[in-house]
């Protein structure tokens, strides 16, 4: 059983298309996470959210949006793709401070 | 503003060699601290956290608050031990942020 997984592992798409990724977690925790690594394998958090409560980051464009259908689903929305949108998203889902969980990784190439 | 700087990006030694991935950070409150660690093609994965004071595949790291430190040794280098290394603070929303990562590559 993955514990967190995420869908789908790559993702090829133009630019100005919307697209989805998709995370979903078994371990029962209360929050989520998404995080862009860039090719320089430089992790940066986009947005933490549990049930109560969405951070966002400031520098994310407000293209990008986390929809949370329920407390084991957090997925991210990416309108109008732009060529510097391609990297690897990673989700993660955390009970404990800073024991996170992470997904396998999406790799989106926009084109 | 918390950061976390890790000053190289590539650390290369050969296997048997002791090692050490530098992290330093910058942070208002009282840190929490932590090493994750991501092989070639699988997940990022927590390798160790300076409050549990253990040692992991052989790897520790000590909180150093007067150099505001958390570095990584080992004293001998394995070939499976290459890797990313992500030195992490945590804030009080337990939000991680990273540091840049430092490629390590152990030579045979």
């Known amino acids: 059983d993955t514990a967190v997984s995420q869908t789908p592992k790559y993702l090829v798409t133009q630019m100005g298309n919307d697209k989805s990724i998709k995370c979903e977690q078994n371990l029962g925790h209360d929050t989520m996470y998404w995080y862009k690594q860039d090719s320089k394998k430089f992790l940066k958090i986009m947005f933490s959210y549990n049930n109560k409560e969405l951070i966002i980051n400031e520098t994310v464009p407000n293209r990008f949006s986390p929809k949370s259908p329920d407390k084991a689903h957090l997925n991210l929305h990416i309108n109008s793709l732009e060529l510097g949108d391609s990297a690897v998203y990673f989700c993660a889902s955390s009970h404990r401070t800073g024991d996170y969980t992470f997904g396998s990784g999406t790799r989106l190439t926009v084109v | 503003a918390q950061r976390v700087t890790q000053p190289e990006k590539l650390l290369s030694v050969f296997k048997g060699a002791p090692v050490e991935l530098k992290c330093n950070y910058s942070y208002s409150g009282s840190p929490e601290l932590f090493w994750y660690v991501q092989y070639s093609r699988q997940r990022l994965q927590l390798l160790l956290r300076h409050i549990s004071r253990e040692s992991i595949k052989g790897f520790t790291a000590d909180l150093n608050k007067g150099e505001t430190s958390f570095h990584l040794k080992k004293p001998f280098a394995q070939e499976e031990d290459s890797a990313m290394y992500y030195c992490?603070?945590?804030?009080?929303?337990?939000?991680?942020?990273f540091g840049g990562g430092t490629r390590l590559m152990v030579k045979p």
């Open positions: 992490a603070l945590s804030n009080a929303g337990n939000m991680l942020t």
